[in-house]
């Protein structure tokens, strides 16, 4: 199976049709290409000059394509998804709203979250710096609930030592070039992740931890956790290699769509994060009708993307001399 395909129109005004279930480019009245709507997992609209008509959304979204709207700074900040992704929807929403209010059952689900988050964030600095940065004995000590928020205390030694030399500080809407990186990459991956619970029938606005009447993907924000440090390895090597001076230029974005994009190597098979989430996605329900009591992440999630030809994982992209930092995992584009 093909990996799916991110398309960010935001470098130049297009008409955005459809024919023959293909979206159809436009520049003016000339096509300039044309892309299989089955090949397609989420559209990014971020040129303010972009015309897009009633029936290309449409099939869009009957083929399960997420479709995300972006601001001036091109950030994503408005997401669409079908709103029937599953057969069984109804019946999986109103088990969620039955789960939801089953407290003790949210704050062992935060628990598991939280301590594969910092595992995650762990193995990262381990395998960039050949150290955790002291971030074990936090994964270890989650309690449930996260009562003594080990989730933020940890954060700050691994943002510390992820940008060591850096004055960095994250910041949801910071402009600097990092935060900006970051953001971007974040918000495809929670859009992938709000498309996979859809897919399982689930209303992405119901979460186990993120409560905020003005979050409407609440539930993706949770589940999406623990794969952040994917995107946070590609923009440590953007960051070391010093190619974040511009901005979100095309080859920055380029390089995070492909590493969201990309196919991992997970117990001897090749997956991509679309394919991964809906296995969590789907694991929730399991839990949810009291089946399970353990979410399905990674037990190693890898930080490279793989070679589909060889399975033969690519070589990072060495940082420059004058910066003093570990060797990043980003594969090269």
């Known amino acids: 199976m093909s990996s799916k395909r991110i398309l960010d129109f935001s470098l130049t005004p297009a008409r955005l049709r459809v024919r023959d279930s293909q979206l159809k480019i436009f520049d003016e009245e000339t096509l300039r290409d044309s892309v299989p709507i089955e090949d397609v997992a989420v559209v990014i609209l971020a040129h303010p000059q972009l015309t897009v008509s009633a029936e290309l959304l449409r099939q869009l979204l009957d083929a399960n394509v997420v479709i995300v709207v972006c601001d001036d700074r091109s950030i994503p900040n408005g ?24 407290r003790p059952l949210m704050k062992r689900l935060w628990k598991q979250i939280v301590r594969q ?54 910041d949801y809407d910071g402009k600097d070039p990092v935060n900006a990186a970051l953001n971007y990459g974040y918000s495809l991956s929670r859009a992938i992740v709000a498309r996979a619970v859809v897919s399982v029938g689930f209303c992405p606005t119901i979460g186990i931890c993120h409560h905020n009447k003005y979050n409407g993907y609440a539930l993706a924000d949770d589940l999406l956790e623990p794969f952040r440090p994917v995107v946070d390895c590609c923009v440590y090597g953007l960051w070391a290699d010093d190619l974040l001076g511009e901005g979100l230029t095309v080859d ?71 910066r003093k930092v570990g060797k990043p995992k980003t594969p090269p584009f």
């Open 79 to 102: 997401i669409c998804f079908p709103l029937y992704g599953h057969h069984a929807g109804a019946q999986r929403v109103q088990l969620q709203v039955e789960a939801s209010s089953d």
């Open 117 to 170: 988050k910092i595992k995650n964030q762990s193995r990262l600095l381990q395998e960039l710096f050949q150290t955790d940065g002291g971030l074990t004995e936090y994964f270890k000590g989650v309690k449930s609930g996260d009562t003594d928020n080990r989730e933020g205390i940890a954060a700050k030694k691994y943002w510390a030592k992820l940008f060591e030399g850096e004055k960095f500080r994250r």
């Open 252 to 322: 920055v974005k380029v390089r995070i769509i492909r590493q969201i994009t990309g196919r991992y190597l997970i117990d001897g098979e090749q997956v991509n994060v679309f394919e991964t989430t809906v296995k969590t996605a789907e694991s929730l329900v399991w839990i949810y009708r009291g089946e399970s009591d353990q979410l399905a992440y990674p037990a190693r999630l890898p930080f490279e993307p793989v070679d589909a030809l060889n399975l033969t994982v690519k070589k990072p992209v060495k940082p420059k001399e004058k």
